[in-house]
């Protein structure tokens, strides 16, 4: 065609414009296009599948981070109502989990929560009172962790809950065996008193003392639930434990948290390489002893957390590691222990484990006491025959139902999960489980939590892959200080202090808030074709426009939206 030839376009009429100047684009469908559609979800942060009483994390720390440090408590709280306590000594399996160890350092979630937890004591904040009084009883014996978080639960639930202690006080293993250098009884004090204002009714120095009572406990009440830890400490065969030098640490650590420690002589050896030997090592070097503490395991293995071994080891504390105890004889200076070098090998199932001699490894070591601290086994010996147990412990389910109708267990005396935190997380599922029980009985059905049509549920973890990073700079952990290491011993204060509230801050900035959306509206400014619209607390995609791009995902800074694939 020649230039002449080709068409010349019509003039343009008066009042005509090109179409993209008035009209809009919602005649052009873009979501025939795409192979995958963006959905708003939430899903379960890694922290909160690890967290042993299943708490919020994630909502707890993004109100924190907006100075709103009640409802933060109050978050916390609904799932562990000792958040102080559980900030100090929790094992926190919640930051081995994080998602930001793989980017730089886990975020300081037990120290956030014990800041949170110490608002609460400063502020003398209390639970509400339960919105309604049950007629239904409940009996829970023990006042341990596990016993006072079921009675928590069941009490802010509105049930009359009888607690049933055989100690003069409440706490259990808070109070009898952890000292006070880790977890202020002022502290402990606080967050008890707390539960107990609810109304528990608290019968102390009151101890099950053997089937019968049992029985009349069931016949009295609607449901019991058994939380009597594990009090029958475990021996060595090869100590004679009617010796003066030979001392149980379960003893030792009640008697020395009393303020009652035991005279042991200048030298002493702690047999064992949880926290409850190194909580009496810590106690006996503090009790002027020269303390050495002899484990089986490697240092790498050792059930204690790292942070106890640091701190043994800075306040003097000698540890033998890969090593275990063949005999001790009386020898004219004091006992002689002997030794021999081993690997330790751990079992398919926690506490079993295989021990391999190295040859050649024998040696001795001279103390003037030992005391033995290697686990404790649960007294069963009250328990009505029939009652299922395994491997020592009463058999609960996943529930912590026992085998006989109405009664439930949880903590030491049925789990070798041997930590507050678990224990509290059990002591929770029952009382949940009892609340559905009593429920049925009263002829009602469970109680729903409402969910936003506008957001998927999911039950996958967050992975890291899915945070948008761009948005998270790296910064340090932080890190709260430590006493000195002569001043604790002089002091008998509390070891690890808290964090001042511009760390505390700051640290909250670091959670990448991992399946919980913070409302950013990221998904809505970056969709190239304005298919994400807020909707009542989540958003909706717009299945007509949605192409399938991907970048409201990519742009998405707690990975609360995901692409879902679909077939057509």
Known sequence: MSETQRPVAPPASAGTRPTWTHATTEAIKTGTWRAALARHIQAPSPCHQACPVNGDIAEWIGLARERDFHSAWQVLARHNPFPAIA??????????????TGYDEALSICKLERFVGDQALEQNWSFE???????QRVAIVGGGPSGLSAAFQLRRRGYAVTLYESQPELGGLMRYGIPSYRLSREVLDGEIARIVALGVQVRCSHPLADADALADLQRSHDAVY??????????????DYTQPWVTDGAAYLAAANAGRALPLGRRVVVVGGGSAALDAAR??????????????????????????????????????????????????????????????????QRGQFSLVPVEGGSFTLQADAIVTSIGADPALAQLPPGWATERGLLHAD??????????????????????????????????????????????????????????????EAVPLSAISIFYHPKNARAHAPLLGAQERLASGSEVQLGLEIEQALAETERCFSCGTCIHCDNCVIYCPDMAVQPR?????????????????????????????????
């Open 87 to 100: 900030g100090r000594i929790c094992h926190h399996p919640c930051e081995t989990a994080c998602n930001r």
């Open 536 to 568: 009542d607390g989540g958003y909706t995609v717009l299945t007509d426009y949605c192409k399938g791009c991907g970048l409201c995902v990519q742009e998405c800074p707690t990975g609360s939206m995901a692409m879902q694939e679909e077939l057509r």
């Open 283 to 348: 106690s006996a070097r503090r009790a002027g002893h020269a303390v050495t503490l002899l484990a089986l395991e490697a240092r790498n293995q050792m059930p204690a957390q790292a942070e106890e071994v640091t701190e043994a080891l800075e306040e003097g504390i000698e540890v033998v590691n890969s090593a275990r105890l063949d005999g001790a004889t009386v020898a004219a200076d004091g006992v002689t222990l002997a030794c021999s070098r081993v690997q330790f090998v751990p079992g398919a």
């Open 226 to 239: 058994l939380a009597t830890g594990a009090a029958v400490p475990k021996r060595l065969p090869v100590l």
């Open 398 to 459: 996943r529930q912590q139902a026992t085998s006989a109708p109405g009664v439930w267990a949880g903590g030491d005396v049925a789990s070798m999960a041997r930590f507050v935190t678990e224990a509290v997380g059990m002591g929770k599922r029952a009382a949940l489980a009892i609340d559905r029980a009593l429920r049925q009985a009263r002829g009602e059905g469970e109680v729903s939590t409402p969910v936003s049509p506008w957001v998927q549920p999911r039950d």
């Open 129 to 135: 009172a339960p919105p309604q009084e049950l007629a």
